[in-house]
């Protein structure tokens, strides 16, 4: 289903089912939309920025394909695709978590002191865009690897799999990382950890996997 206009989620619920739901304008009203494993969502168009409203249950794919971006206003759980194509994907004060691929073209995450993203699910490694973020979760066996700067303000949790900065920075600015099985991966010749925090952290016990490049 394409809405080329105005989607008025005034009364009651919009549900997707197993469907795609291309939005081209905006959203009226505040109810939620109910999503699902098998639901796809796609933000097109060249209006101004979408905020999004509530999406529960998640979503199978999503899509921002908007030079204006989109605006989370809930915690969102895409458990198949995170499409960037275009536009910046304004998480806020939200959890954003991601079990499936990313990929990003032209499009952006775009984080901040509140912002959160997990990395979950069984499938395989992926790059994750440059974002700032409060706390970022790590619980996938193949790992992740950053394409760009990334900025941990909170908390880094290393629960499983690998997090492998390439040529990139991370900047752990906030508590001491937690550490389950996962790990970092800064070996690379461009890689750099940098540590920014104002008071004392401690690295948990076999925390990277060799050698750190740039500390």
Do not use: E, M
């Not at 865009?129 to 880094?156: F, Y």
């Amino acid at each position: 289903v394409t809405v080329n206009g105005i989607l008025a989620l005034n009364n009651g619920t919009y549900q997707i089912g197993n469907n795609n739901l291309v939005l081209t304008a905006g959203i009226s009203g505040s109810n939620a939309i109910i999503g699902g494993t098998a639901s796809n969502l796609t933000v097109g168009g060249t209006s101004t920025s979408l905020a999004l409203p509530p999406i529960t249950n998640g979503l199978n794919d999503f899509t921002l394909n908007r030079p204006n971006g989109a605006t989370l206003n809930s915690n969102l759980t895409v458990n198949g695709t995170l499409n960037l194509t275009s536009g910046a994907f304004s998480i806020c004060a939200n959890t954003l978590s991601l079990l499936g691929a990313i990929s990003s073209a032209a499009g952006t995450l775009s984080g901040g002191s509140s912002s959160n993203i997990t990395i979950a699910g069984s499938g395989a490694s992926a790059n994750l865009p440059a974002v700032s973020l409060n706390n970022l979760t790590l619980n996938r066996v193949n790992g992740i690897s950053l394409g760009g700067a990334g900025s941990v303000g909170g908390t880094l949790a290393l629960t499983a799999g690998t997090l492998t900065l390439g040529a990139n920075t991370l900047t752990i600015a906030g508590n001491s990382p937690s550490r389950t099985s996962g790990n970092i991966d800064a070996s690379n010749a461009g890689a750099t950890l940098a540590f920014t925090n104002t008071s004392a952290i401690t690295l948990p016990a076999s925390v990277f996997t060799g050698n750190v490049n740039n500390l």
